[in-house]
């Protein structure tokens, strides 16, 4: 007597609920995060943040605030993409954030400005874009379940045994 040989079925959802409620607290995060580190730059050291120009704020913390809760959302919508589309998404999520946030700590420093600004507006730029990426990171594995089902194999016409 052998057993009905079965085939094991995997499938891994995205809860889209818990990744965007979860995108959401990251963006308030960054937000929170900047707000903190111009702040701390333009009070204690004295020092201006570089920005982008053209902005409808007349006020850096709220330009560097939103754009940094911007950023977050953005990059959601980017992991939710990768998580329905790749494998291994959260290793392409990381490395995507990881250059993106060097590329940003690093823009300062192509703008004609104090050392002192570029370096602080950078270490402002790397805190917000490390907060994003492990926050989101976090976020995916807990928006992530894998169902697992067992199916009986059933013999074709075509299959005599």
Known sequence: MSAEPTTRITRTTVNWRRLWAG?????????LAAMVGVLA???PIDTPVISPPHTPWDSEVATVAVYSAIA???????LHLLLISTPRATTFFS??????????????FSVDATTKSQVASGAIYLVVGIAIVSLLSGVAASSQSTLTASARRTHGPSDPT
Do not use: Q
């Open 72 to 78: 977050a959302l953005i990059a959601t919508g980017l």
């Open 41 to 43: 730059v333009r009070g």
């Open 95 to 108: 490395w995507i954030g990881v250059l993106a946030t060097a590329a940003t700590a690093l823009w300062p």
């Open 23 to 31: 995108g959401v607290a990251t963006a308030i995060v960054a937000a």
